[in-house]
Protein backbone atom coordinates (compact mmCIF):
# COMPACT_ATOMS: atom_id res chain seq x y z
CA UNK A 1 0.00 0.00 0.00
CA UNK A 2 1.19 3.49 -0.83
CA UNK A 3 2.06 5.96 1.12
CA UNK A 4 -0.17 8.36 -0.64
CA UNK A 5 -3.53 7.65 -2.03
CA UNK A 6 -4.52 8.29 -5.97
CA UNK A 7 -7.74 6.92 -7.59
CA UNK A 8 -6.44 3.78 -9.97
CA UNK A 9 -7.80 5.55 -13.35
CA UNK A 10 -9.20 8.25 -14.92
CA UNK A 11 -10.52 8.68 -18.03
CA UNK A 12 -11.51 11.16 -20.43
CA UNK A 13 -12.22 12.14 -24.64
CA UNK A 14 -9.56 14.09 -26.49
CA UNK A 15 -10.20 17.68 -25.43
CA UNK A 16 -11.87 17.42 -22.58
CA UNK A 17 -10.06 18.20 -18.74
CA UNK A 18 -9.63 15.71 -16.04
CA UNK A 19 -8.08 15.83 -12.83
CA UNK A 20 -6.50 13.71 -10.58
CA UNK A 21 -6.37 13.35 -6.52
CA UNK A 22 -3.55 12.86 -4.37
CA UNK A 23 -4.25 12.51 -0.36
CA UNK A 24 -1.32 12.24 2.08
CA UNK A 25 -1.37 13.24 5.76
CA UNK A 26 -0.04 16.32 7.83
CA UNK A 27 3.25 14.87 7.75
CA UNK A 28 3.94 15.62 3.80
CA UNK A 29 1.15 16.91 1.44
CA UNK A 30 -0.37 18.76 4.01
CA UNK A 31 2.47 20.36 5.16
CA UNK A 32 5.31 20.95 2.44
CA UNK A 33 4.81 22.77 -0.83
CA UNK A 34 7.16 19.88 -1.95
CA UNK A 35 4.67 18.10 -4.23
CA UNK A 36 5.36 16.89 -7.92
CA UNK A 37 3.85 15.29 -10.49
CA UNK A 38 5.31 12.56 -12.86
CA UNK A 39 4.24 11.21 -16.34
CA UNK A 40 5.08 7.49 -16.44
CA UNK A 41 4.86 5.43 -19.92
CA UNK A 42 5.07 1.73 -20.45
CA UNK A 43 8.30 1.14 -19.96
CA UNK A 44 10.35 4.34 -19.56
CA UNK A 45 11.25 6.19 -16.23
CA UNK A 46 9.32 8.85 -14.81
CA UNK A 47 9.74 12.31 -16.08
CA UNK A 48 8.69 15.30 -13.87
CA UNK A 49 5.86 17.32 -14.92
CA UNK A 50 4.52 19.70 -11.63
CA UNK A 51 6.84 20.54 -9.10
CA UNK A 52 6.21 22.73 -5.75
CA UNK A 53 2.65 22.14 -5.99
CA UNK A 54 1.70 24.01 -9.28
CA UNK A 55 5.15 24.68 -10.75
CA UNK A 56 5.91 23.63 -14.58
CA UNK A 57 9.58 22.71 -15.88
CA UNK A 58 10.08 24.11 -19.06
CA UNK A 59 9.11 22.08 -22.01
CA UNK A 60 5.65 21.12 -20.26
CA UNK A 61 2.40 22.35 -21.90
CA UNK A 62 0.28 24.37 -19.81
CA UNK A 63 -2.23 22.38 -20.09
CA UNK A 64 -0.82 20.62 -17.04
CA UNK A 65 -1.75 22.54 -13.60
CA UNK A 66 -1.18 21.38 -9.87
CA UNK A 67 -2.93 22.86 -7.21
CA UNK A 68 -3.08 21.59 -3.28
CA UNK A 69 -5.63 22.28 -0.65
CA UNK A 70 -4.60 20.99 2.60
CA UNK A 71 -3.73 17.40 2.63
CA UNK A 72 -5.15 16.80 -1.38
CA UNK A 73 -2.88 17.49 -3.99
CA UNK A 74 -4.53 17.63 -7.42
CA UNK A 75 -3.21 17.70 -11.10
CA UNK A 76 -5.58 18.57 -13.47
CA UNK A 77 -5.01 17.82 -17.64
CA UNK A 78 -6.73 20.14 -19.91
CA UNK A 79 -7.63 19.49 -23.99
CA UNK A 80 -7.25 16.00 -23.40
CA UNK A 81 -4.60 14.63 -26.00
CA UNK A 82 -3.92 10.90 -26.89
CA UNK A 83 0.16 11.15 -26.37
CA UNK A 84 -1.44 12.19 -22.65
CA UNK A 85 -2.25 8.59 -21.82
CA UNK A 86 -0.09 6.91 -19.14
CA UNK A 87 0.57 6.66 -15.58
CA UNK A 88 0.64 9.89 -13.50
CA UNK A 89 1.86 9.28 -9.89
CA UNK A 90 2.53 12.34 -7.10
CA UNK A 91 5.23 12.83 -4.46
CA UNK A 92 5.84 14.80 -1.33
CA UNK A 93 8.61 15.02 0.71
CA UNK A 94 7.86 13.60 4.27
CA UNK A 95 9.08 15.16 7.15
CA UNK A 96 12.22 12.75 9.19
CA UNK A 97 14.24 12.40 5.58
CA UNK A 98 11.68 10.71 3.29
CA UNK A 99 9.98 11.12 0.28
CA UNK A 100 6.46 9.13 -0.08
CA UNK A 101 5.08 8.43 -3.61
CA UNK A 102 1.13 7.54 -4.89
CA UNK A 103 0.04 4.21 -6.17
CA UNK A 104 -0.33 5.67 -9.83
CA UNK A 105 -2.71 6.79 -11.49
CA UNK A 106 -3.81 5.25 -15.69
CA UNK A 107 -5.21 8.18 -17.43
CA UNK A 108 -6.84 6.33 -20.59
CA UNK A 109 -7.69 8.77 -23.65
CA UNK A 110 -10.93 7.73 -24.89
CA UNK B 1 22.20 16.96 -22.46
CA UNK B 2 21.34 15.90 -18.49
CA UNK B 3 21.59 12.25 -18.82
CA UNK B 4 21.78 9.66 -15.97
CA UNK B 5 22.89 6.40 -16.99
CA UNK B 6 22.00 3.14 -14.45
CA UNK B 7 24.27 -0.36 -14.79
CA UNK B 8 24.72 -3.05 -12.61
CA UNK B 9 21.43 -4.80 -12.57
CA UNK B 10 20.65 -8.49 -12.80
CA UNK B 11 19.81 -11.45 -11.30
CA UNK B 12 20.72 -12.76 -7.84
CA UNK B 13 19.84 -15.67 -5.45
CA UNK B 14 18.32 -14.14 -1.84
CA UNK B 15 21.22 -13.21 0.29
CA UNK B 16 23.20 -12.11 -2.45
CA UNK B 17 24.87 -8.82 -3.01
CA UNK B 18 24.61 -6.22 -6.04
CA UNK B 19 26.18 -3.29 -6.98
CA UNK B 20 24.62 -0.85 -8.85
CA UNK B 21 26.63 2.38 -10.57
CA UNK B 22 24.77 5.39 -12.03
CA UNK B 23 26.87 7.53 -14.74
CA UNK B 24 26.08 10.99 -14.47
CA UNK B 25 26.97 13.86 -17.44
CA UNK B 26 25.60 16.57 -18.92
CA UNK B 27 25.45 18.87 -15.68
CA UNK B 28 27.84 19.44 -12.14
CA UNK B 29 27.33 16.32 -10.25
CA UNK B 30 29.09 17.45 -7.07
CA UNK B 31 26.42 20.32 -7.02
CA UNK B 32 23.61 17.67 -6.80
CA UNK B 33 22.34 15.58 -3.92
CA UNK B 34 21.81 11.91 -5.27
CA UNK B 35 19.02 9.61 -4.37
CA UNK B 36 17.86 5.89 -5.57
CA UNK B 37 14.57 5.60 -5.68
CA UNK B 38 13.09 1.60 -7.16
CA UNK B 39 9.75 0.33 -8.52
CA UNK B 40 7.91 -3.05 -8.30
CA UNK B 41 6.31 -3.88 -11.40
CA UNK B 42 2.74 -2.47 -11.48
CA UNK B 43 3.67 0.08 -8.51
CA UNK B 44 4.52 3.27 -7.38
CA UNK B 45 7.88 4.21 -6.78
CA UNK B 46 9.65 4.28 -3.68
CA UNK B 47 12.46 6.07 -1.92
CA UNK B 48 15.53 4.17 -1.18
CA UNK B 49 18.33 6.37 -0.23
CA UNK B 50 20.11 9.89 -0.48
CA UNK B 51 23.77 10.89 -0.35
CA UNK B 52 24.68 14.57 -0.32
CA UNK B 53 26.88 16.63 -2.55
CA UNK B 54 30.24 15.73 -0.71
CA UNK B 55 29.01 12.35 0.26
CA UNK B 56 29.53 12.44 3.69
CA UNK B 57 26.10 12.37 4.69
CA UNK B 58 23.35 9.86 3.50
CA UNK B 59 19.70 8.49 4.55
CA UNK B 60 17.74 5.35 4.24
CA UNK B 61 14.46 3.70 3.99
CA UNK B 62 13.91 1.68 6.93
CA UNK B 63 13.46 -1.05 4.65
CA UNK B 64 16.89 -1.54 3.75
CA UNK B 65 18.42 0.20 6.20
CA UNK B 66 21.59 -2.14 7.36
CA UNK B 67 21.42 -3.94 3.99
CA UNK B 68 22.18 -1.00 1.43
CA UNK B 69 24.72 1.69 0.67
CA UNK B 70 25.22 4.69 -0.81
CA UNK B 71 28.01 6.20 -2.21
CA UNK B 72 29.54 8.52 -4.96
CA UNK B 73 32.63 9.37 -6.61
CA UNK B 74 32.47 13.18 -8.01
CA UNK B 75 35.98 12.73 -9.44
CA UNK B 76 33.92 10.28 -11.99
CA UNK B 77 30.71 11.70 -11.70
CA UNK B 78 29.23 8.69 -10.43
CA UNK B 79 27.27 7.15 -8.04
CA UNK B 80 26.72 3.81 -6.21
CA UNK B 81 24.39 1.54 -4.74
CA UNK B 82 25.77 -1.72 -2.42
CA UNK B 83 23.00 -3.93 -1.65
CA UNK B 84 23.61 -7.10 0.59
CA UNK B 85 21.44 -9.59 2.06
CA UNK B 86 18.85 -8.90 -0.89
CA UNK B 87 15.63 -10.50 -0.04
CA UNK B 88 13.13 -11.07 -2.69
CA UNK B 89 11.00 -7.63 -1.70
CA UNK B 90 14.24 -5.66 -3.15
CA UNK B 91 12.94 -6.89 -7.02
CA UNK B 92 12.25 -3.95 -8.77
CA UNK B 93 13.69 -1.28 -11.21
CA UNK B 94 16.50 1.13 -9.64
CA UNK B 95 16.66 4.60 -10.75
CA UNK B 96 19.33 7.26 -9.87
CA UNK B 97 17.89 10.05 -9.55
CA UNK B 98 19.26 14.08 -9.57
CA UNK B 99 17.22 16.14 -7.37
CA UNK B 100 16.86 19.83 -7.12
CA UNK B 101 15.41 21.32 -3.75
CA UNK B 102 13.90 18.19 -2.71
CA UNK B 103 12.20 17.54 -6.55
CA UNK B 104 13.53 14.87 -8.27
CA UNK B 105 13.78 16.71 -11.91
CA UNK B 106 16.43 14.15 -13.50
CA UNK B 107 15.52 10.21 -13.58
CA UNK B 108 17.87 7.95 -15.24
CA UNK B 109 16.64 5.06 -17.82
CA UNK B 110 16.45 2.38 -14.89
CA UNK B 111 18.42 -0.82 -14.24
CA UNK B 112 16.52 -3.76 -13.10
CA UNK B 113 17.20 -5.91 -10.20
CA UNK B 114 15.68 -9.26 -9.97
CA UNK B 115 16.26 -11.60 -6.83
CA UNK B 116 15.29 -15.11 -7.12
CA UNK B 117 16.73 -18.87 -6.55
Known amino acids: QSALTQPPSVSGSPGQSVTISCTGTNSDVGYYKRVSWYQQSPGTAPKLIIYEVSNRPSGVPDRFSGSKSGRTASLSISGLQAEDEADYYC??????????FGGGTKLTVL | EVLLVESGGGLVQPGGSLRLSCAAS????????MHWVRQSPGKGPVWVSRVSKDGTSTNYADSVKGRFSISRDNTKNTLFLQMNTLRGEDTAVYYC??????????WGQGTTVTVSS
Open chain 2, 97 to 106: VRVNDYTMDV
Open chain 1, 91 to 100: SSYRSNITWV
Open chain 2, 26 to 33: GFTFSSYW
